[in-house]
C-alpha cells in the first residue's frame, strides 16, 4: 500500500495519560500534516512540516500537543496528560510541495475516558 | 475568519440519479480547491480539484465547477450509486493549509 498509513487506528486511554500517534506518508512527499476531526465537523488544520520543519501550528495545538518530523520521513503526534476534549479523529495527510493535492491516511482514533 | 461551507447538511438521491454538492467559500484569495469524499470511519478520500484559474474540471463520473463572480463551488456525480454515500467536503487551499465546510451527507436512495 502506497497511501498515507497512521497507527494506531484506535486508541482508547484514560485522562491524563499520555498517547502518541504516528504516520509514515506517501514517499517523496516532503509535505506532512496533521488534523483533528470531530464527529459531524470538517477536519481543523493542527499543523503542518516542509521536510523536518514544523512551518505553521494553530492555536488548537495547545502545548500538551507536539508533533514531530526528525528525519522528514515518518511524523508523530504526541498529547501529554489526555483530556476528554481530545477525543477526536486525528488525520496525517501529505503532499509534493509542488502539488497542491493533498492525500489523507485512515486516521487515528482516540477515545479519552 | 473566512471559511469554507455548504448549502446544504444532507441530500437524498435516488440510484442512477445525477447529484449536485454545492459549496459557497469567502475566502477570494484561495487558489485551489478540493472536494473529499469520506465514508463512515475513514479518512477523507481525494475525488477531484480545480485551480482558481479554471471554472470547470470533469473527472470520472464527476464534474466540478467553479464561479468566482458568487464564490461557489459545485461537485456533480453522474449515475449516482450506493457507493456514492458518503460526506463530500469542500476544501480551499490558501498557503499551503486547507480548510474544509461542515460537509454534506449524501444517502442514496435503491
Known amino acids: 500500500d502506497t497511501g498515507v498509513s497512521q497507527d494506531p487506528r484506535h486508541k482508547i486511554t484514560k485522562r491524563g495519560q499520555n498517547v502518541t500517534f504516528r504516520c509514515d506518508p506517501i514517499?517523496?512527499?516532503?509535505?506532512l500534516y496533521w488534523y483533528r476531526q470531530t464527529l459531524g465537523q470538517g477536519p481543523e488544520f493542527l499543523t503542518y512540516?516542509?521536510?523536518?520543519?514544523?512551518?505553521?501550528k494553530s492555536r488548537l495545538l495547545s502545548d500538551r500537543f507536539s508533533a514531530e518530523r526528525p528525519k522528514g520521513s515518518f511524523s508523530t503526534l504526541e498529547i501529554q496528560r489526555t483530556e476528554q476534549g481530545d477525543s477526536a479523529m486525528y488525520l496525517c495527510?501529505?503532499?509534493?510541495?509542488?502539488?497542491?493535492?493533498?492525500?489523507f491516511g485512515e486516521g487515528s482514533w482516540l477515545t479519552v475516558v | 475568519g473566512e471559511s469554507v461551507g455548504l448549502h446544504l447538511p444532507t441530500l437524498s438521491v435516488q440510484e442512477g440519479d445525477n447529484s449536485i454538492i454545492n459549496c459557497a467559500y469567502s475566502?477570494?484569495?484561495?487558489?485551489?480547491f478540493i472536494w473529499y469524499k469520506q465514508e463512515s470511519g475513514k479518512g477523507p478520500q481525494f475525488i477531484i480539484d480545480i485551480r482558481s484559474n479554471m471554472d470547470k474540471r470533469q473527472g470520472q463520473r464527476v464534474t466540478v465547477l467553479l464561479n468566482k463572480t458568487v464564490k461557489h463551488l459545485s461537485l456533480q456525480i453522474a449515475a449516482t450509486q450506493p457507493g456514492d454515500s458518503a460526506v463530500y467536503f469542500c476544501a480551499e487551499i490558501w498557503g499551503v493549509k486547507l480548510s474544509f465546510g461542515a460537509g454534506t451527507t449524501v444517502t442514496v436512495r435503491a
Open positions: 495527510a501529505s503532499s509534493l510541495s509542488r502539488v497542491n493535492t493533498i492525500y
Open positions: 475566502n477570494s484569495a484561495s487558489d485551489y
Open positions: 512540516f516542509q521536510n523536518e520543519a514544523q512551518l505553521e
Open positions: 514517499s517523496e512527499h516532503n509535505r
